[in-house]
């Protein structure tokens, strides 16, 4: 009975040994014989480390050091230039009878805004028609002296006084008729009613009045509306103290919009303010856009992006090496002939000219992958 268990255990032996040196000699002839598929890649111990078999396949450039523009971002808003904007006021009080227009409204220079009963404007004509009668008066009285003159009835310095009263005549209604014209009243047509006109083509931008509220006088009261011409609106940005030195009148500035994330506004820094907001630390820095279009509207959040004209050196890759994943930016530098480490870096700025310039995380001469995304699409098919 030993004998025989001591013969099946030899055999079962023989019989591992024999499946371990099968299975020795199929994977020395897989290695042998089989090609890795070209852009297999393996993950080593490190998760940051990639081992490729055909490297050729992934282009890579150098990281240069190029002189570059300082870049500045600061947060600001969409405002109607101040240049191109007026506000609409009547200098006769009274009550509104009649609202024309409403906020928002496009109108056109000399389009009727509001209507207003003004006894304000009621007492101009009032004035205007005295006078015209006072000098239709004058005039005639003027006649007679002149007559009485010629005929030597009268002193000379009669028909002077005549005369001086026409003048004065003439005078008064010129003044209460340029008083009807400022209130808004036409002389030649008499009327309570005070309709009150656009004074340039442009877009209401504020309103502060509604139907039938009355109207005080020009002393306290708000303007009635704001029209504002949008072909051409300002940026509006805050630039903190510590910045203000890299900014300058006459710099090129690059405008972001939320409402239009796809867009590339250009522009230039028209002035800067010389006085600090105290709570902030930052004064006002102003960037005029064209608006032809009218998509850009007065309150829209905006980004400026400002470019010195000063120049300095800077680490620049192009913009496709750079990848952009949590939240973070990692371009692969390439370590060996078939290995790759995918860093971490800092980028700075909007793409310019195809190039991302980097703070931090790769070294001038570093060569990294061109195009970080088709890489990382790549390694990520092969696992």
Not at 4 to 13: D, H, I, Q, V
Not at 72 to 77: F, H, Y
Request: with cysteine; hydrophobic share 40%; proline share 4%.
């Amino acid at each position: 009975m030993m004998g025989l268990r001591k013969t099946r255990l030899r055999s079962a032996g023989m019989m591992g040994l024999a499946a371990l040196s099968t299975l020795l000699l199929t994977g020395s002839g897989c290695s042998k014989g089989g090609e890795a598929a070209p852009t297999k890649a393996e993950v080593s111990v490190d998760p940051n480390l990639y081992q490729v078999d055909r490297p050729e396949l992934f282009k890579v450039s150098q990281v240069e050091t190029r002189q570059v523009p300082t870049t500045l971002t600061a947060n600001g808003v969409i405002t109607p230039d101040v240049n191109r904007t007026i506000h609409v006021t009547s200098l006769g009080g009274g009550r509104v009878m009649e609202l024309k227009v409403r906020l928002g409204d496009q109108v056109k220079k000399g389009q009727i805004l509001l209507v207003i009963s003004s006894p304000d404007l009621a007492g101009a004509f009032s004035d205007y028609q005295k006078a015209v009668a006072d000098e239709r008066l004058a005039k005639r009285a003027l006649d007679r002296a002149q007559l009485l003159l010629d005929k030597g009835a009268v002193a000379e310095k009669d028909y002077q006084v005549a005369e001086d009263a026409e003048e004065k005549a003439k005078v008064d209604v010129q003044t209460t008729a340029q008083h009807v014209r400022v209130l808004g009243g036409d002389p030649a047509h008499p009327s309570s009613l005070l309709e009150l006109r656009a004074p340039v083509s442009g877009t209401i931008v504020e309103q502060n009045v509604a139907g039938f509220e009355g109207i005080k006088s020009l002393d306290n009261t708000p303007n009635l509306f704001t029209i504002a011409d949008l072909s051409q609106v300002w940026a509006v940005c805050d630039v903190f103290e510590n910045d203000l030195g890299s900014v300058h009148v006459g710099d090129a500035a690059q405008i972001k919009l939320n409402a239009y994330p796809d867009r590339t506004l250009q522009g230039k820094v028209a002035d800067i303010s010389r006085v600090l907001d105290p709570n902030t630390r930052s004064a006002k820095v102003r960037i005029v856009l064209s608006n032809t279009d009218g998509s850009l509207r007065p309150g829209m959040y905006a980004v400026a992006t400002f470019r010195s004209r000063t120049l300095r050196p800077a680490l620049v890759v192009p913009s496709t090496a750079v990848m952009r994943l949590h939240d973070k930016d990692w371009v692969f530098v390439r370590e060996g002939p078939k290995q790759f480490r995918r860093h971490e870096v800092v980028a700075t700025g909007g793409p310019a000219d195809g190039l991302q310039q980097i703070v931090s995380g790769v070294s001038a001469g570093d060569s990294i992958v061109t195009n970080a995304l088709d890489f990382s699409t790549a390694i990520a098919e092969k696992q």
